[in-house]
């Protein structure tokens, strides 16, 4: 009696990855219409059924890239009102740090983004949104601001003994302050001039003040 013959196992097959795979061009409608949605109900209308419904995606398509509703309004805001433009890579770190606070500002002069800061400002420190902002946003940026002031050491453009959470600090704190306060524009001019004076110190001599009497 002849066996039945079982077609061999491809090496493929075995590392063939299940489910469906990511598409960009999904990605791109989920995050238009988390934007659109952020722009005409602010972040309590962008929910993963409304996102994937004005996507023309299913539900699932969502949840592959984001696990929920407020990391996709983040990902609207973090890529701002209109398809990334190419840049020029910076030819130095603290360049390239300049640009990303710009680019923060920039984000936050959208609608969206104005949008967004009003919410926040008035939001509860505790609510989903609110870490998610912070997680999703601030850290994050906070995070690659890190990165970049490490690697300007590594080239000499900062001094060896930079306390890399206090500059972080200074850096971000301000601009995160005047985003949610309001008192005055958050804009690439206020960013430049923060980095300036961090780099630049605040006296003329490099010295410290002690406590004391």
Request: avoid cysteine.
């Amino acid at each position: 009696m002849i066996g039945t013959v079982k077609r061999p196992t491809k090496p493929h097959d075995a590392a063939r990855p299940r489910g469906r795979p990511r598409s960009a061009k999904a990605r791109s409608a989920i995050l238009r219409a988390a934007r659109e949605l952020l722009a005409e109900g602010g972040p309590a209308a962008v929910t993963m059924e409304g996102v994937a419904s004005r996507a023309r995606v299913g539900k699932p398509t969502v949840y592959r890239w984001w696990p929920d509703r407020h990391a996709v309004a983040m990902a609207a805001l973090m890529e701002g009102d209109a398809p990334r433009q190419a840049r020029r890579v910076p030819r130095s770190a603290l360049l390239a740090l300049r640009q990303q606070l710009r680019t923060i500002a920039e984000r936050f002069a959208t609608p969206t983004g104005r949008h967004v800061a009003t919410m926040i400002a008035a939001a509860d420190l505790e609510t989903e949104f609110s870490k998610a902002f912070r997680n999703h946003f601030v850290l994050k940026r906070r995070a690659e601001g890190r990165v970049l002031l490490e690697q300007a050491v590594r080239e000499g453009e900062v001094r060896s003994d930079l306390d890399a959470e206090v500059a972080l600090d200074l850096l971000y704190g301000s601009l995160f302050f005047r985003l949610l306060m309001g008192h005055a524009p958050l804009d690439a001019s206020f960013t430049d001039e923060v980095l300036n004076h961090v780099l630049q110190g605040l006296t003329r001599k490099k010295s410290s003040i002690r406590s004391g009497g």
